[in-house]
């Protein structure tokens, strides 16, 4: 099994990171957004590098994992819970998580889980239609806590459901 380094993104990371993430999400989404969503999610590329570069720079964590290559194939991000969520009485919310396929089942999500949020209680939204996603979280401890909301934008037609780990 390959050893995989997990560390604190910089902002030299920002590009490299989210052509890893547009690839993880045509592995996962393919089938339930068009190929126009994704090229739309390409084309904004230069802006995202500008926003992710700046959250970084004003403090925002965001973790990243490299293959024995340095390529980039995973990454993790949280941050305090907004106030929309503050029902569950939990500090932090798991922003995103993200392993390309080919690092599934290597305990690579596991490792940024931890690096994201440790072992505290947290909670996150995952898409409805994401079978594999929910089984990680549970297994981590999260439970759908029968929150769920329609997504707008160019998600439109698709449902995210809200998990919470009160206790690790």
Avoid at 43 to 50: F, G, H, K, P, T
Avoid at 58 to 66: K, N, Q, V
Avoid at 79 to 103: I, S
Avoid at 128 to 151: I, S
Wanted: glycine share 10%.
């Amino acid at each position: 099994m390959p050893t995989y380094c997990v560390r604190r993104a910089t902002s030299h990371d920002v590009p490299a990171t989210l052509d890893m993430k547009l690839a993880a999400w045509r592995e996962t989404y393919a089938t339930q957004r068009p190929a126009s969503f994704f090229a739309a999610e390409a084309a904004q590329r230069e802006q995202q590098i500008d926003w992710w570069s700046r959250g970084l720079a004003a403090g925002a964590e965001l973790w990243i994992a490299e293959d024995p290559s340095g390529r980039i194939i995973g990454c993790a991000g949280a941050g305090p819970t907004q106030d929309d969520d503050g029902d569950t009485g939990v500090p932090y919310e798991l922003q995103m998580l993200y392993v390309l396929e080919r690092a599934y089942g290597t305990a690579l999500g596991q490792q940024l889980l931890e690096a994201a949020i440790g072992g505290n209680p947290a909670l996150l939204w995952v898409l409805e239609d994401n079978p594999r996603a929910q089984a990680f979280f549970r297994k981590h401890g999260f439970a759908a806590d029968g929150r769920r909301e329609a997504l707008t934008g160019p998600w439109d037609g698709l449902h995210e459901i809200r998990m919470v780990r009160r206790q690790p």
